[in-house]
């Protein structure tokens, strides 16, 4: 079962039809929305300030949801996609957002609508990705030659696939 924890006075609080395995963790001050799947391993830690996580987003195995203490709270929109050993830390994932595996979003940044951060990709504390696009590299960096239809398509991909792995797991 899950690991649910009240911290400093925040329970948190899992909106319907969301799939937590086994042993993910949501701890403090974190809301989740409906249709969410939160996957082995992955953390979302409200602990030290507000995590606001919309409708049909997956966290996927080992990723980690965070921020800073009295200086940053994460946000992450409708219908987003956080790859395995992702890190959020404080930043805000508009929606229909792809965060690639093992990539790290900063303090601050803002990950534009409809968006991908690619694999192992760091995206510095401030930074601002421009919606439709795809950044990647250390640090990231805006790709050119990818258009918004291949954008589009492989975000909406992943989230379709992943609420189909999660009905899986609830039967």
């Known amino acids: 079962m ?36 939160i996957w082995f391993s992955a953390v979302v830690r409200g602990d030290v300030n507000k995590i606001t996580i919309g409708d049909r987003v997956n966290i996927q195995d080992g990723a980690v949801i965070h921020t800073l203490y009295q200086r940053s709270v994460t946000e992450i929109g409708n219908d987003v996609s956080i790859g395995h050993n992702a890190n959020v830390h404080g930043a805000k994932i508009e929606d229909k957002c792809l965060i690639g595996m093992g990539a ?4 601050h940044a803002v990950v534009g609508t409809g968006s991908i951060v690619a694999a192992n990709s760091l995206v510095l504390t401030g930074t ?8 990647a590299g250390v640090p990231a960096r805006r790709v050119k030659g990818v258009t918004p239809e291949q954008v589009r398509d492989i ?3 992943t989230a379709r696939d992943y609420m189909m792995y999660a009905s899986w797991y609830k039967e």
Request: net charge negative.
């Open 155 to 157: 975000i909406e991909r």
């Open 104 to 107: 790290t979003v900063l303090d």
């Open 2 to 37: 899950a690991i649910i924890k009240s911290v400093r006075g925040f329970t948190p609080v899992i909106g319907e039809n969301t799939f937590l395995a086994d042993n993910a963790t949501v701890i403090g001050d974190a809301t989740i929305g409906r249709d969410c799947s």
């Open 128 to 135: 601002v990705i421009e919606p439709g696009s795809v950044y």
